[in-house]
């Protein structure tokens, strides 16, 4: 809200010295009655639908994609720790770096996640990724990929408490033109399983990926990405179908249905719809 002064001199003076008398009674008012919790769930939620409209976005999508050059990256850290009637602890960390030079692009991610209550650890999760891509040009290019997941919790046989793969192999794109792209890539490499009962395989694993874009007009496209990863005891695949349309200049939308399978439990597939509205005036 903007407020327009018309007198100047004694008015501006008075307004300025009440807003310094009240504001702590307004910061503590905020606290107690829930306005910040509010607004920290609404950037929550504004994050969730950021995210998920984000991923029918791709950097690569028509070529070897312009990033500055040199080292460029973000780095986050999060802490928080109660005590009272109930004790707990949660530490969040992220990192993202990106080196490019010339043709070859290094991206490596990794979160951090850990928790406890009441003096119990209730979260120890690890995820880390490392992408190479280097690119002959437009079409052809080749990638080193390396992945681990960690689940320090894990207890069982049916739990996954370190899931790693390194691998590399060539990319192709397919089709190339503003209204579609279609590129897949697939690789060799070596895959690394250990349960939560400290039972581990290590054996040769198989890397396949497509991405697939289609524009039906100016504010409406298609997106298809699947992934896919085989060894000798286990197979694993990703596919996430989008459907991405742009009503007006403030209303957009995302639709999307994602499938996983993971031969190693119980109920192999899981599937989840989503949909994701952003507006704005």
Do not use: C, H
Request: aromatic share 10%; glycine share 8%.
């Amino acid at each position: 809200m903007t407020v327009k002064l018309r007198t100047l001199g004694a008015g501006v003076l008075a307004i300025a010295a009440a807003q310094v008398a009240f504001a702590p009674a307004a910061v503590a008012q905020v606290a107690i009655t829930g306005v910040e919790s509010v607004n920290d769930r609404i950037d929550d939620i504004n994050e969730n639908v950021a995210e998920d409209m984000a991923r029918a976005e791709d950097a690569a999508r028509f070529g070897n994609p312009e990033f500055r050059p040199g080292l460029s990256g973000s780095a986050s850290l999060g802490y928080s720790g109660k005590t009272g009637n109930n004790e707990s602890q949660d530490i969040s960390a992220g990192v993202r770096l990106r080196y490019a030079q010339g043709n070859l692009v290094q991206t490596l991610g990794a979160a951090l996640d850990f928790s406890e209550a009441n003096n119990a650890a209730t979260k120890e999760d690890i995820l880390a990724v490392y992408d190479a891509n280097y690119y002959f040009d437009q079409n052809f290019y080749g990638f080193v990929l390396a992945r681990l997941e960690s689940d320090g919790l894990a207890s069982t046989v049916d739990e996954n408490r370190r899931d790693a793969f390194l691998g590399f192999g060539p990319g192709y794109r397919i089709v190339n033109t503003p209204d579609m792209t279609w590129r897949v890539q697939a690789g060799v490499g070596v895959s690394y399983l250990q349960d939560g009962a400290r039972n581990s395989t290590t054996e040769t694993g198989y890397l396949a990926a497509s991405r697939f874009f289609y524009k039906i007009n100016d504010n409406v496209f298609v997106t298809n990405d699947t992934d896919i990863l085989k060894s000798k005891t286990a197979l694993r695949a990703n596919n996430d179908l989008g459907l991405n349309v742009k009503m007006t200049d403030t209303l957009s939308t995302r639709v999307s249905y994602l499938t996983e399978y993971n031969d190693n439990r119980a109920i192999r597939t899981d599937n989840k719809l989503g949909v994701s509205l952003v507006f704005g005036f």
